[in-house]
């Protein structure tokens, strides 16, 4: 059977079945997670399952639901459209490009971090990254013009895992 649900609704209810929560569970860590008062937690619950079978989408928790499960909303609520990757990183995680790459060599890396690295790398066009330059140089042969994607493991050194 196809899941036809939106992304965010798909990843909503893994997420929350990784953690063994029930959509109430769910609703109690939204409401300790809040810094505003949200309804109680059964209307909070009733309006969980809508959000992950997709009835509804949750404009005005995105932000809570990612805070929840520990993410950024862009990485859980991805925009549809192009995207400016400097804009929206430094909105969603408060990082810019430059403090990525400090945290990374600093090792200061969690999963705010990686969302944050994803967003970016995502919204890089490899074109962008060419220069007439390059063409120049006799070192540079045409298999260095391949761009590796981003690809975190358990093998990746220095990444505990």
Do not use: C
Request: no cysteine; charged share 25%; aromatic share 6%.
């Amino acid at each position: 059977m196809i899941d036809d649900r939106p992304h965010w609704a798909q990843r909503m209810e893994s997420e929350r079945a990784a953690r063994g929560w029930s959509p109430l569970d769910a609703a109690r860590a939204m409401r300790a997670h809040s810094s505003h008062e949200l309804p109680d937690e059964r209307t909070v619950a009733r309006s969980w399952r809508r959000w992950e079978v997709g009835a509804v989408e949750p404009r005005d928790h995105k932000a809570l639901i990612a805070a929840v499960f520990g993410t950024t909303t862009h990485a859980f609520f991805p925009v549809d459209h192009r995207r400016d990757g400097n804009t929206e990183v430094l909105d969603v995680s408060g990082m810019d490009t430059v403090e990525i790459v400090a945290r990374l060599r600093a090792s200061d890396i969690n999963e705010a971090t990686l969302d944050a690295l994803r967003i970016t790398v995502d919204s890089v066009n490899p074109l962008e990254l060419w220069s007439p330059a390059y063409a120049a140089s006799p070192t540079v042969r045409p298999a260095q013009y391949s761009f590796p994607s981003l690809t975190v493991s358990a093998e990746t050194p220095g990444l505990p895992g």
